[in-house]
């Protein structure tokens, strides 16, 4: 079945330190995928997705590419922002079927200090 | 943008009685709502998938008898944990599909439930 693994947090950084969160998928096919991110007190928000390989998804300075060969999709942003303090989960949705549930990972953890 | 509004944000039952927890699309007609359910460190699992006017579709080893999904409107679905035990406690959140926007899903801020 489908699965996704990330990184296990809390990740610590200093603001404007260089942020990545690590993300791993198992599925068939080409499926979509997202990373959603959760504010403290707020639902979980679609931060950016990919649909394709090779694709990258960016939003708010982050950036995160659909890689097939190591079938990753790491988020990156080059400087945290306290304001970034957060969970991000990882997500994918299959490749066909016309579902769109999604999978998710557990979620990281994010916590940038001043 | 389009809001899920869920209620309550947390609450605190003793075992043996029943919570109800609503999930309402404020701003955009919901064909079809789901129920997550996370325990700490673990990933969002999937309960159940529900379509308006529809029974809800359950996942495996999720006990629908336990578990009871209500999805009368376009715009409000409910789960009510009943005969809530100990080991019910968690989170749970719901999301919602735009009928209109396919593949986009929107999230509740979801429900941390401790049953005493």
């Known amino acids: 079945g489908n699965s996704v693994t990330q990184m296990e947090g809390p990740v610590t950084l200093s603001e404007e330190a260089f942020l990545t969160i690590n993300c791993t998928y198992t599925?068939?096919?080409?499926?979509?995928l997202f990373w959603y991110v959760q504010y403290p007190g707020e639902g979980l928000q679609l931060l950016l997705k990919a649909t394709k390989a090779d694709d990258k998804g960016s939003n708010k300075g982050f950036e995160a590419t659909y890689r097939k060969e190591t079938t990753s999709f790491h988020l990156e942003k080059g400087s945290v922002q306290v304001s970034d303090s957060a969970v991000y989960f990882c997500a994918l949705s299959p490749a066909s079927g016309g579902s769109y549930i999604p999978t998710f990972g557990r979620g990281t953890s994010l916590i940038v200090h001043p | 943008g389009a809001v899920v509004s869920q209620h309550p944000s947390w609450v605190i039952c003793k075992s043996g009685t029943s919570v109800k927890i609503e999930c309402r699309s404020l701003d955009f007609q919901a064909t079809t709502m789901f129920w997550y359910r996370q325990f700490p460190k673990q990933s969002l699992m999937l309960m159940a998938t529900s379509n308006e006017g529809s029974k809800a579709t359950y996942e495996q080893g999720v006990e629908k008898d336990k578990f009871l999904i209500n999805h009368a409107s376009l715009t409000l679905s409910t789960l009510t944990v009943t005969s809530a035990h100990p080991e019910d406690s968690s989170f749970y959140i719901c999301?919602?599909?735009?009928?209109?926007?396919?593949?986009?899903?929107?999230f509740g801020s979801g429900t941390q439930l401790s049953v005493l």
């Open positions: 599925a068939t096919g080409y499926p979509s």
């Open positions: 999301s919602a599909r735009d009928r209109g926007i396919g593949e986009k899903l929107f």
